[in-house]
C-alpha cells in the first residue's frame, strides 16, 4: 500500500498554494483509494472464509473423520433410542385444536434439523469454533514467509535551498527457521532529485540500490523447534480443542432438542389427562347433584364433588399455562419466533431395556471420549511447556551473520549494487539476573503435578458417572415395569369402582379418587419414559459412541 509522507518545511517557510490545487490533488487522492478499496470488504471476507475453513475442515478430518473407526463398542450395546409412532399417539385434542391449519408440523428428525441450521445457540457455537480457525490462522501467518514493501515519495521545500524530490522503494522478507533463527532479505531502490533553479540542467538525480541478506540464529535459550514454533504447536492443539468441543456440544445439543421435544410431548399428554379428569369431575359433580335431588345421596357428597371439580380445574389452568410457557421455550431453542405456531406429530419415545456390564463402559468411555482425549493432550502441553520454562533458564548465545551489495548511489550509472560487504558475529548474554525465568519455571512444574491430577480425577468422574449412568437407566427401568403394572392395576380399580357405585356399594367420592389415581399413574409413566429416553442418550454420549449427523439426528 502506498505511504505519503507529509510535507516538511523549514522554520521560516512562507508559501501560498492555490486552492484549486489543492482541491484537484486531495480528490485525486482520495479516487486513487477508493476505487481498489470499493469491493475491499467482501473480498476480504470471502478470503477469511475460505482460509479458516480450509483449516477447520483439515483438522476436523484429522480428529473426526476416522473417529468410528478407533472408538470402541461395550459388550452387548443396544441400539440407540428411537422414536415411535403410532395409533393411541397422536398430539392431545387441546394441543392440537389450539394450532392452526398453517402451523408448522415438527416431529423429531425435523426439530432438529430445524434447530441445527437456525438455533441461536448453535450459530453461536459454530461462530466460537469458527474464531479459533481465526486465531490459528493468523499465528500459521507469522511462522510463513512474511513479505512487506512500503512506496514512499517525499518533497522537501526549504526557503533558500533547492528543491528535492526523493522516492523509495523497499522489499523485504522474513522466515522462521526451524532451528528458531530467522532468514530475512531486503531489497531497496531508492532516488533523488535536487532541483536548484527553474532552468533546465540545473537538476541534479542520485539513484542507489542495496540487497542484503540477514541470518539470526539462537545457539542455546530459543534453540530448536519445540521452543521457536510453541506458538505455531499450542495454535494447531487449540484448533484441535475447539474441533473436539464443538462436537460434544453437537452432541450434548441434539440431546437438549430431543429432550426439550418430548417434554412438550409429554406435557401435551399430560394436559390431555388434566383435561379428561376435569370432564369426569364435572360430569361426577352433575351426576351427584342429580342424586341429591332424587335424595339417593347426601349433602356432604355434593360438596365433595364440586371440591373435586375446583381442584381439577385448578390443575387443567395451571397444566395449560405451563404447556404454553413449554411451547414458548421450544420455540426459542429452536430458533423460532414465539408468535409462530406449531404442531407436533404423534410420536412419543419408545421403551427399550438397555442392560450394559459396568466394567466394559467404563473402559470404553475411558477410551472414547473427546473431553478426556483434550485433557490428556493438554497434561501434554503442561509438559512441553515444562520444558520450554527449563530452555528459558540457559544463556543467551546467538549467532548473526549477513551479506549484501550496495550501489554508491552518485549518479545514474551507479545504480547496480556493485559494492559487497558482510559481518558474522556471536552474542552471549551471561544468566546474572533469571528471576522470572526461575520463577516461570517453577510455576511450570505446579502446573504439570496440577495437569497430572486434574486427569486421574476426571478419570475417575468419568468411571463414577457411568456406573451411576447404568445403575439410574436399570432404576428407571424397573420403575417403568412397576408402574405399567400400576397402570394397569388403576384402570382395573376403576371400572370396578364404576360398577359398584353403579350397584350402590361405593359413593362417588370413591370413584373420583380412583380415577384420579390413574390419571396420576399415567402422568408418572410419561414422564418416567421421557426420562428413560434421554438418560440412553446420555449413556451413549458418556461413553463416546453418540454420533450424530449434519442433521442432528443420533446414527444407529
Given at each position: ?27 485525486c487522492?482520495?479516487?486513487?483509494f477508493a ?8 473480498f ?5 472464509d475460505?482460509e ?5 475442515a483439515?483438522y ?22 428411537r422414536?415411535r ?16 391449519s398453517?402451523a408448522?408440523?415438527?416431529?423429531l ?19 466460537t ?17 512474511i513479505?512487506?514493501?512500503t ?14 524530490h ?6 523485504s ?13 531486503t531489497?531497496?531502490?531508492?532516488g ?27 545457539l542455546l ?5 519445540e521452543v ?15 474441533v473436539?468441543?464443538?462436537?460434544l ?11 426439550s ?5 409429554s406435557?401435551?399428554?399430560r394436559?390431555?389427562n388434566d383435561e379428561q ?19 339417593r345421596?347426601?349433602p356432604?357428597?355434593?360438596f365433595q ?7 381439577a380445574?385448578?390443575?387443567l ?10 411451547q414458548d ?20 419415545p419408545?421403551f ?8 466394559s463402559a467404563?473402559?470404553v468411555?475411558l ?22 520454562a ?13 551479506y ?8 545514474t550509472?551507479?545504480?547496480?549494487p556493485?559494492n559487497?560487504s558482510?559481518?558474522?558475529?556471536m552474542t ?6 533469571k ?9 511450570s ?6 495437569a ?7 478419570e475417575?468422574?468419568?468411571e ?18 412397576l408402574?405399567?403394572d ?11 369402582m364404576?360398577?359398584?357405585?353403579e ?9 373420583t ?6 390419571n ?12 428413560h ?6 449413556l451413549?454420549r458418556?461413553?463416546?459412541v ?11
Open positions: 500500500m502506498q505511504q505519503v509522507h507529509p510535507r516538511r518545511f523549514g522554520p521560516s517557510t512562507t508559501f501560498s498554494v492555490h486552492a484549486g490545487v489543492v482541491n484537484a490533488i486531495v480528490s487522492v482520495l479516487i486513487a476505487l481498489p478499496l470499493a469491493g475491499c470488504e467482501a476480504h471476507a470471502a478470503d477469511a475460505r479458516v475453513h480450509a483449516a477447520m483439515k476436523q478430518d484429522r480428529v473426526l473423520a476416522n473417529r468410528a473407526s478407533w472408538v470402541k463398542q461395550p459388550a452387548k450395546l443396544p441400539p440407540p433410542p422414536a409412532s403410532g395409533p393411541g399417539d397422536s398430539q392431545p385434542a387441546s394441543a392440537a385444536s389450539s394450532a392452526p398453517s408448522r408440523k415438527l416431529d428428525p425435523t426439530a432438529l434439523q430445524f434447530a441445527f441450521q437456525n438455533s441461536r445457540e448453535f450459530k453461536t457455537a459454530s461462530e469454533l469458527y474464531r479459533a480457525g481465526l486465531g490459528y490462522s493468523l499465528t500459521r501467518y507469522t511462522f510463513g514467509p513479505l512487506d514493501s512506496i514512499s515519495y517525499l518533497w522537501n521545500y526549504n526557503e533558500g535551498a533547492p528543491n528535492t526523493s522516492i523509495g522503494v523497499p522489499l522478507v522474513r522466515q522462521v527457521l526451524p532451528l528458531g533463527g530467522s532468514l530475512g532479505g531489497a531497496s531502490a531508492n533523488v532529485r535536487t532541483r536548484a533553479g527553474e532552468v533546465a540542467g540545473d537538476n541534479d538525480y542520485r539513484w542507489g540500490s542495496d540487497l542484503r541478506v540477514n541470518l539470526e540464529q539462537p535459550r530459543g534453540a530448536g523447534y521457536s514454533h510453541e506458538g505455531l504447536t499450542q495454535a494447531e492443539r487449540s484448533l484441535i480443542y475447539a473436539r468441543q464443538f462436537e456440544f453437537r452432541q450434548d445439543f441434539a440431546i437438549r432438542v430431543a429432550q421435544y418430548y417434554d412438550l410431548v406435557q401435551g399428554k394436559l390431555s379428569n376435569y370432564k369426569d369431575a364435572l360430569a361426577d359433580r352433575n351426576k351427584s347433584e342429580a342424586l341429591r335431588k332424587l335424595e345421596n347426601k356432604d357428597d355434593v364433588a364440586r371440591r373435586r371439580e375446583i381442584e380445574e385448578t390443575a389452568v395451571a397444566a395449560r399455562t405451563d404447556y404454553r410457557l413449554r421455550d421450544f420455540k426459542i431453542l429452536l430458533g423460532l419466533a414465539t408468535a409462530e405456531a406449531i404442531e407436533l406429530s404423534a410420536e412419543e419408545a427399550e431395556s438397555a442392560p450394559l456390564d459396568s466394567d467404563v473402559a468411555a477410551h472414547n471420549r473427546l473431553d478426556l482425549h483434550t485433557q490428556r493432550d493438554q497434561l501434554e502441553d503442561a509438559r512441553r511447556a515444562l520444558r520450554i527449563k530452555n528459558d533458564l540457559l544463556p543467551d548465545l546467538n549467532l548473526s551473520a549477513s549484501g551489495m550496495s550501489s554508491a548511489g552518485l549518479a550509472t551507479d545504480a547496480t556493485n559487497r558482510g559481518s558474522v558475529g552471549l548474554r551471561l544468566p546474572l539476573d528471576k522470572a525465568e526461575r520463577n516461570a519455571y517453577r510455576s512444574q505446579i502446573s504439570l503435578d496440577q497430572t491430577r486434574d486427569l486421574a480425577q476426571t475417575n468422574e468419568i463414577r458417572d457411568v456406573r451411576n449412568a447404568i445403575r439410574e437407566l436399570a432404576q428407571f427401568e424397573k420403575q417403568i415395569t408402574q405399567q400400576k397402570l394397569t392395576s388403576e384402570r382395573r380399580a376403576v371400572a370396578i364404576a360398577y359398584r357405585v350397584s350402590g356399594e361405593a359413593q362417588q367420592r370413591d370413584l379418587d380412583a380415577r384420579q389415581s390413574l396420576n399413574a399415567l402422568n408418572d409413566l410419561i414422564e418416567l419414559n421421557v426420562r429416553f434421554v438418560a440412553r442418550l446420555r451413549r458418556n461413553l463416546g453418540l454420533f450424530i449427523d449434519r442433521n442432528g439426528m443420533w446414527e444407529p
